[in-house]
DNA sequence: GTCTATACCGTGATAGAC
DNA sequence: GTCTATCACGGTATAGAC
């Protein structure tokens, strides 16, 4: 409103500079030292945005979450079949990855060692039981083949989705389309590698 | 030969514990003092055994690449279409990371901090890309849809059989048997989770 | 909002007795 | 092979000047 930019931290710009640092060390590989390297200010300038390093944590894990439950909220409202719906899910599960990269990958990595981590692992395994509801509710349809456990299924969709954080990187970095990866993961896990012609 | 087996520990039972501890900390977030205590023995009688915290985890690790390695000696020996070999190597990928289980999960959360760990995930590296040949090999023999590029089935492939480690547990543990989660594995990613009639 | 200086504690690792 | 005692260092976090 007032004042032109300053080139100075707000607790959300740091926020940006600290998640991309514990990906590369990962949390408990990462010190303050670190931090106030790569923010280019010292330790204590750190503390004088936020209360410590746990708070860079929670804040960025609560950033994933908010998106990821976001989706449940968007899949409530639509209609048509359970299948229908987990294929939904399943590519907006692949553009949240992708449009919150740093903020899901730290999430998906938390170990439970501290409060915070045990409080994140507990909301994930939230969202992961809320998505294997709609699976059922798919298999309970008669879209789902039966020679696959549905929770075995589920598992292992949601290991193939969680995988991006391990290697996307933005089309501008010279990785995939966003939309490119949502189609292959959502042919993937519904028909199958296997060309056509060799099926049945 | 000798004496009757004492109650003591040798570089290979510690391993064991530590690399159950690494597990549930993480590698970074275990402290001596926390394999000590894991161990039931001081801190200094570790270094007894081995020469330092980094030395169980390249034990580790080294167990987990030899495994992987391993089905890439068997697979080379095979005959048959490149798809058959991917499918084989894909079981019994499924097959190591279930019987070496701690061990591979170690190896899959290593982060590049110290020397033991960029070699580990450079070796692994190595052998995602033997495998990405493989696949690229089936896609050569037109056995893999033209639909989805090899390369991101080969990510995606690896994500779904890697994440096993963040949840498989034994059956004794009430965990599924390795050949249902193998064979799982191999219907989701070569033939998909939708019902037969369903397709086309 | 950022700095220097520092408190205080847990860390990986070692010395030397038993 | 295990222990207690100890070291030097780096960790998170704080105090107080500018």
Redesign the interface.
Known sequence: MTTPRRDTYTPETLLSVAVRVFN???Y??TSMEHLSKAAGISKSSIYHHVVGKEELLRRAVSRALDGLFGILDEAGAARGTA?ARVEYVTRRMVEVLTDELPYVTLLLRV???TRTERWAMERRREFDQRVAELLKAAAAE????????TR??T??????????V??YRPPAGGG?DRT??A???V??????????S???
């Open positions: 590369e060390r990962g408990d590989g299948l170990r439970g060692n008669g879209d789902l083949r039966a020679d696959v456990d075995l299924a598992r292992l969709v949601f290991g193939m989705v969680n995988s991006l391990e290697w995939y490119q990866v189609d292959a993961v042919r993937l896990a519904f028909d199958g590698l296997r060309v056509q060799a099926r049945g």
